[in-house]
């Protein structure tokens, strides 16, 4: 547990101090660039290399090909892995990046498979497993499989696509391919969690899972930073900074669900009301009668009326939309929690994994309290998925956005420990973000991130919201604290109270500074608690950005918010 009694305060540092810091700063951005510069020439040797081996072939060029070995060391230079990457990649006998990347795909695929079925097997064989442990193999069966799927998708998608094709879809595969990797690490997170008991089982898993998110790792990278100079050295420009429509919702809400969203009430396929009113009493019983994989949009409507029950929407159930009388009026409520023995991802009064999901004017809550500890009200994992106006409440862990891209439109959160959490990439537009008073001597932490790996295209951007306390606040409040080495977490443009500790953020590990790969940012906020004067001095917070940074983060760029939110007729803002 967390508490005040294990948090030491950072002062400011001295002028030396200060001094030092910027030399360091001066000389970090002088290796980076020098690096940049180093990568850039390095692939676009391997582009070089395969346009000539093209024009050989076509009697244009007098100029040798590529050869295999070449391109895959400098193509397994961009890579976490180079040396998992060069032995797996070997057999793809080709010069070509993409084809070298696709193969790398099936490398990453036939590797995964061999693991996916792993937990079920090791609960059947060994008969001395405690139940925590059992319980967290159950949740990596769940996200293994899961991962499989994803990684299938990439496939196909990547199977029929040629090397242009492959840049104009390279934001998917990237956004895929981080699911995949966050799906096994949250495996190893729920055996870490399960405790002393799962210390071996823990172990021994996170040495048979080391291929599997090696290649997949190494598949993101390629994806990252090679395919996108496929098209003869034509680096793609930046697409228009913020794509967003007219309405204020990302692009990618497509007109169909942007029509279902103007509607006050959309023509539901089934109506749950716990009164028999409707068709059925229960969400999910409405959850049984989903198809699996429907590109259809099947509409949920739940009256009124607290619905105390935990929903699950799997990984096949597709383009649903669940919607309600109102946040306050419709509400889903669990009780499930860590202390109880539930594992954190296991929690979730309200869970959805399938994509192009869309909650509107329901309430999501878990009532296990602050002594249960982790207690999640709403997990997504659902690829373009919305949320508008919607409201979140528990303790901590509160809202769990776990993976892919979501967007969350004029919603309310509450929580105390790090209430916002996981690893998707989600944009918060317009929500009311309310920290509230958490047990005695616990401080309050609003996000926790865990990108892991720096290909991933993931982190919590908030924008535009108000930070404001739910109640009486009084304990040590942070805007957040760094979870795993590439945290990546931004607020701007965003209101914030005079109740927020002037340091702004606090590390994972007491009195030990996060690593200089992660990045944490704040840009253009207002209110008392938005001046960055007594922030933070780490290597990887940034207490000012530019506006081109910032843009990064918002919908367009973050979350590729005009390719799929205009179906979903969600507003969204453009700056």
């Known amino acids: 547990m967390d508490t005040v009694n294990s948090f030491k305060g950072y002062g400011k540092v001295d002028e030396r101090d200060e001094a030092g810091f910027r030399r360091k700063t001066r000389k970090r951005l002088i290796i980076l660039v020098i690096s940049a510069i180093l990568l850039i020439a390095l692939i676009v040797g391997v582009v070089a290399g395969t346009l000539a081996h093209r024009n050989n072939k076509n009697g244009s060029s007098d100029r040798a090909p590529a050869t295999t070995s070449a391109a895959l060391k400098s193509i397994c230079g961009v890579t976490q892995y180079p040396e998992s990457c060069t032995t797996s990649l070997s057999s793809s006998n080709s010069a070509d990046p993409a084809t070298i990347f696709r193969y790398s795909l099936s490398v990453a695929m036939d590797s995964l498979e061999k693991i996916s079925n ?23 069966s769940a996200v293994l499989s899961d991962a499989v799927d994803s990684l299938n998708e990439t496939v196909g998608v990547a199977t029929a696509s040629n090397g242009k094709q492959l840049l104009s879809i390279a934001d998917d595969l990237r956004t895929w391919l981080s699911a995949v990797i966050t799906d096994q690490d949250t495996c190893l997170d729920a055996l ?27 598949s993101l990278a390629i994806v990252s930073k090679v395919i996108a100079l496929i098209g003869g050295f034509k680096i793609p420009a930046h697409r228009r900074l913020l794509g967003e429509v007219e309405d ?28 028999g009113t409707g068709d059925v009493k229960t969400v999910n019983e409405a ?10 949009r099947f509409v949920i409507y739940v009256k009124a009326g607290v619905y105390v029950e935990n929903v699950l929407l799997e ?25 109880d023995g539930t594992p954190t991802f296991d929690t979730a009064t309200f869970a959805v994994a399938g994509k192009g999901f869309i909650g509107r004017d329901i309430g999501f809550k878990n009532t296990a309290g602050a002594l249960k500890h982790q207690a999640v009200a709403l997990r997504s994992g659902s690829d373009q998925s919305v949320f508008h106006r919607c409201s979140f409440d528990a303790f901590q862990d509160t809202l769990y956005p776990h993976s892919n891209r979501q967007f969350y439109r004029d919603c309310n959160v509450t929580g105390t420990i790090d209430f916002i959490f996981g690893n998707a990439a989600v944009v918060f537009q317009n929500c009311n973000i309310m920290p509230r ?5 616990q401080f309050v932490t609003i996000t926790a991130q865990g990108k892991k790996d720096p290909n991933q295209n993931t982190g919590i951007s908030i924008q535009r919201c108000v930070i404001k306390p739910f109640d009486g606040l009084k304990a040590p409040t942070y805007l957040g604290r760094p979870w795993k ?23 994972w590990v007491k009195d030990v500074e996060p690593p200089k790969s992660i990045f944490y940012a704040e840009y253009r906020n207002t209110g008392p608690g938005a001046s960055t004067a007594g922030r933070v001095k780490w290597a990887g917070y940034r207490p000012a950005v530019t506006t081109a940074e910032a843009f990064k983060y918002t919908v367009n760029s973050f979350i590729q918010g005009p390719s799929w939110l205009p179906d979903a007729n969600v507003a969204f803002d453009s700056t």
């Not at 990618?252 to 023509?267: D, M, N, S």
């Not at 309600?324 to 509400?331: P, Y």
């Open 287 to 296: 959850v049984k009668m989903l198809k699996k994989k429907s590109k259809t």
């Open 118 to 140: 792993l937990p079920t097997e090791y609960i059947e064989k060994k008969t001395d497993l405690d139940e925590k442990t059992k319980q967290a193999l159950q949740v990596c």
């Open 315 to 339: 990984k096949a159930h597709w383009n649903v939309m669940i919607y309600g009388d109102g946040a306050a009026a419709t509400v889903i409520s669990g009780s499930k929690n860590f202390v």
């Open 485 to 507: 080495d590439y945290s990546t977490t931004i607020v701007m443009q965003t209101e914030i109270g005079g109740f927020l500790n002037p340091l702004g953020w606090i590390s």
């Open 248 to 275: 204020g919702f990302p692009a990618w809400v497509g007109a169909a669900e942007r029509r279902l969203l103007q509607v006050e009430r959309p023509t539901p396929d089934v109506t749950v009301a716990m009164d």
């Open 437 to 441: 008073q958490p047990m005695s001597n």
């Open 192 to 218: 870490e969690e399960a405790g002393a008991n799962a210390t071996v089982v823990a172990d021994e898993f996170r040495s048979l899972m080391a291929n599997s998110t090696e290649f997949a790792s190494n």
